[in-house]
């Protein structure tokens, strides 16, 4: 079974160039002290919610396979 913080990883082979949250718009140094939030609040760049052009959730598990047809379409 997956964590939660395993399944909301970021740092992750073959993530979609289109997955979005909102730790990529905070420009801070990563405070090691502090733990992750693993908030989960994931969306696509092009649908811009939490559903991909697929009709399958968004988030670093689901968005890291290019056999998903929407992974990193343009």
Do not use: Y
Request: charged share 25%; proline share 5%.
């Amino acid at each position: 079974m997956m964590t939660e913080s395993e399944r909301f990883d970021t740092n992750r082979p073959n993530l979609c160039a289109n997955l979005r949250w909102k730790g990529m718009f905070i420009w801070a140094e990563r405070d090691a002290t502090v733990g992750p939030t693993s908030d989960g609040f994931f969306w696509c760049q092009h649908t811009q919610n939490c559903l991909g052009p697929d009709g399958k959730l968004v988030e670093p598990t689901h968005c890291d396979s290019v056999e998903r047809q929407c992974h990193c379409q343009e």
